[in-house]
């Protein structure tokens, strides 16, 4: 079935440096990514997502590079505040559906220290 | 707007009881919601997919007479977890699709079986 792979699974950075995750997929067929982020005891909120059809997608801090060849796919997240500490997923549509499942990412917790 | 909600938001019950929670799309219609379960400091797990008028798709290993969905109305979908026991102890999340390819997430339910 579908792997979505990320890495790292811990972040720590300095207030105002930028943090990077990366996400591998494997289905050749997924054309839809997305980046969720999950504050303690909340649901998962969506942050950016990126379609196949595109290379790259920008949200003021915020940045998704896709590199279809490769099957990856990043998060950029640029200026870090305190406030952007929480776990992030990244997930992807494994079979191309446009109302289907998403398959997630194993979370990455990111910390950012004042 | 794409505003998901969830009741309760946590609860507590004793083992063999049965337990609904809510899902709701607020200012939108969902022809399909999903029904996640996350455990601590892990990824989303897909339990099911609901469809509105129809029986829920099951992922393999959920068991479908134990979690009971129902998906009466494009704003609605419930999940009943019968004859609870601790092991069902967990996060359970809904989502939504609003328009193509984009997922909503409710907020979460807390479930404690004692």
């Known amino acids: 079935g579908e792997n979505v792979e990320q890495h790292p699974s811990t972040l720590s950075v300095q207030e105002g440096d930028s943090a990077v995750i990366k996400c591998t997929y494997s289905?050749?067929?997924?054309?839809?990514f997305p980046w969720y982020k999950q504050e303690l005891g909340k649901g998962p909120q969506l942050i950016i997502d990126?379609?196949?059809?595109?290379g790259e997608k920008k949200d003021q801090r915020i940045a998704v590079t896709l590199n279809k060849t490769a099957k990856h796919f990043s998060l950029h997240i640029t200026e870090t505040q305190p406030e952007d500490s929480a776990v992030y997923f990244c997930?992807?549509?494994?079979?191309?559906?446009?109302?289907?499942?998403?398959?997630f990412g194993q979370g990455t917790i990111l910390t950012v220290h004042p | 707007g794409a505003v998901v909600s969830q009741h309760p938001s946590w609860v507590i019950c004793k083992s063999g009881t049965s337990v609904k929670i809510e899902c709701r799309s607020l200012?939108?219609?969902?022809?399909?919601m999903f029904w996640y379960r996350q455990f601590p400091k892990q990824s989303l797990m897909l339990m099911a997919t609901?469809?509105?008028?129809?029986?829920?798709?099951?992922e393999q290993g959920v068991e479908k007479d134990k979690f009971l969905i129902n998906h009466a109305s494009l704003t609605l979908s419930t999940l009943t977890v019968t004859s609870a026991h601790p092991e069902d102890s967990s996060f359970y999340i809904c989502?939504?699709?609003?328009?193509?390819?984009?997922?909503?997430f409710g907020p979460g339910t807390r479930l404690t079986v004692t």
């Open positions: 990126i379609r196949s059809n595109v």
């Open positions: 200012d939108f219609q969902a022809t399909t």
């Open positions: 289905d050749s067929a997924s054309n839809y």
């Open positions: 997930a992807d549509n494994a079979g191309g559906t446009s109302y289907g499942k998403l398959t």
């Open positions: 609901s469809n509105e008028g129809s029986k829920a798709t099951y």
């Open positions: 989502s939504a699709s609003r328009r193509e390819y984009e997922q909503y």
